[in-house]
């Protein structure tokens, strides 16, 4: 069967997919763990259905070896910043403000990030500052557009109309119209706001793989 291979976002941890992973008890899965609260947990799986949020799409794609069975990008990107090719980006300079701010208040940052990402009173006590400022670094600078366009595996990118963090205008422009499929009223969470649907179409998906 095939394993599912969830990995989460900046900010988040492997409880991130609890709810999904709840409505999918037939499905055998895996969790990245990136390390942000506690100790990192990478697991080695053969040919995975990579479940991806936000960030962990690009991470995926850089640090995950290939085959994959699939790929299900929810929320994601594998680019963040604008570029002059990828004119839909974040603006770099927003990047480097929240790092310079998180050298110094890392919890303030990463508990206003969570919060406009929809978590309501997010509990930041217990970050590691280090992973979290490498993986802000990296999220600056990474762009694996290339390497999701070489994936020979289906692919499915699910993204909300309300999210905040990855507007509609970057959705549209790192996945192909057949690939995507955009969530009305949806916001950056859909895992958890919409359990239930990202797990309808994650099933189709592995029909597919």
């Given amino acids: 069967m095939t394993t599912l291979l969830c990995v989460h976002g900046w900010g988040f941890g492997g409880g991130f997919w609890e709810s999904l992973l709840a409505r999918l008890p037939d499905f055998e899965s895996e969790r990245i763990d990136m390390g942000f609260y506690g100790e990192p947990y990478i697991p080695a799986v053969r ?13 995926a794609l850089a ?20 570029s002059q ?14 790092q310079a701010r998180f050298a110094h ?18 509990d ?30 289906p692919r499915m990118a699910l993204a909300g109309l309300a999210d905040p963090i990855v507007p509609k205008e970057m959705s549209v422009a790192s996945f192909p119209a057949e690939e995507l499929i955009l969530a ?26």
């Fill in 47 to 59: 040919r995975p259905l990579v479940v991806a949020h936000s960030m962990g799409l690009a991470w």
């Fill in 63 to 82: 640090h995950i070896p290939r085959p994959w069975a699939g790929v299900l990008a929810v929320n994601a990107f594998p680019r963040f910043t604008r």
């Fill in 85 to 98: 090719h990828f004119i839909e980006g974040v603006a770099p300079r927003m990047i480097e403000r929240m």
């Fill in 105 to 122: 208040e890392p919890q303030a940052v990463t508990a206003d990030f969570l919060s406009r990402c929809g978590v309501q009173a997010p």
């Fill in 124 to 153: 930041v006590s217990a970050i590691d500052p280090v992973p979290l400022d490498e993986a802000l670094a990296w999220l600056g600078k990474c762009d694996e557009r290339t390497s999701y366009l070489m994936l020979s595996c």
């Fill in 184 to 209: 009305e009223g949806g916001g950056h969470l859909l895992p958890l706001s919409h359990p239930d649907w990202v797990a309808s179409q994650l099933r189709q998906l592995a029909a597919r793989a």
